[in-house]
């Protein structure tokens, strides 16, 4: 019995990790010192909302969230801004995925002996991603990209914190070796 209690928690321990985690998944050109640039501007077009459909996740205040957690780590990763003469472009993509699955739910007859009525129920689920993307301005090749799932419909004062982690996460793949200081730094208290 004791053996049993064990495993039961290992696994579900397991199951609770693979649950509360979610993975992100990058590439990027190796044949680029991705050190040697140093300036960047975000891509504009990337500010205007695309899924009007889906306000509640995609907006013009969580893409300024977004936006502003990029131009963070892209200083962090000692890239300055300059509209004049940048050499990357930094932008982002917000994916909404739909999905709808269909559920039976099959009443028995005694008196028939078989399925006598079927009734479906119809659910919609969302799936939602993240994308940032990092591009060579002058030649407007993609030169690193990452994305992870993510839960956008979060009250205004958890999705500031919650997108920052997510930039955050994804920029932990950015192959830049040299890093900025911390914009925060810069603000006195």
Known sequence: MRVYSIISGLLFLLLFNCAATSEVVYDYNLNIDFNQYDTYVLCIE?????HLDNPE???????QLIADAVA???????????VFEPQLQAGFRILINEEKV????????KELEYWENCKLHEETYEQESL???VADFQTSKVLWHASILCDL?????KLKPYIDGL????FATYPKTQVGRNPDDKKEI
């Open 57 to 63: 996740i995609d907006n013009e205040s969580t893409r």
């Open 167 to 170: 930039v955050k996460d994804l």
């Open 102 to 109: 269909q559920f039976k739910n099959c009443e028995h007859s």
């Open 131 to 133: 994308i940032v993307y």
């Open 46 to 50: 990337d500010f205007t909302v695309l």
């Open 153 to 157: 419909n979060k009250s205004k004062k």
């Open 72 to 82: 963070t780590e892209m200083e962090n990763k000692a890239h300055r801004t300059n």
